[in-house]
């Protein structure tokens, strides 16, 4: 079984930045994409950013430019750094993490005021 917690969410300003993090633990042996998802009220779950094992990386045009992903395969964890956040960028973070299946976070709620 693998756990999957997310952390670093909160209010902040337009402008603003926050840093997520998101550690996987259990029974793992190797994990392959580690991705951020988001969704804000009433709208679908969208993916926001996502890295292979080998560090390749890939972005919503939104986010492009402002937000970096990045991950640590000896912690298990993987980050999203957020920069220049926008009231839009409002939403539930999720972060869903691939083994030989796939396990998502509970969530964590990224707040920006405008």
């Known amino acids: 079984q693998v756990q999957v917690v997310e952390s670093g969410g909160g209010l902040v300003q337009a402008g603003g930045s926050l840093r997520l993090s998101c550690a996987a633990s259990?029974?793992?042996?190797?994990?392959?994409?580690m991705e951020w998802y988001r969704q804000a009220p009433g709208k679908q779950r969208e993916l926001v950013a996502g890295?292979?094992?080998?560090?390749?990386?890939n972005y919503a045009d939104s986010v492009k430019g402002r937000f970096t992903i990045s991950r640590d395969n000896a912690k298990s964890t993987v980050y999203l750094q957020m920069n220049s956040l926008k009231p839009e960028d409002t939403a539930v973070y999720y972060c869903?993490?691939?083994?030989?299946?796939?396990?998502w976070g509970q969530g964590t709620q990224v707040t920006i005021s405008s």
């Open positions: 869903k993490v691939t083994v030989y299946t796939v396990y």
């Open positions: 259990g029974t793992i042996f190797s994990i392959n994409a």
């Open positions: 890295i292979t094992r080998g560090g390749i990386t």
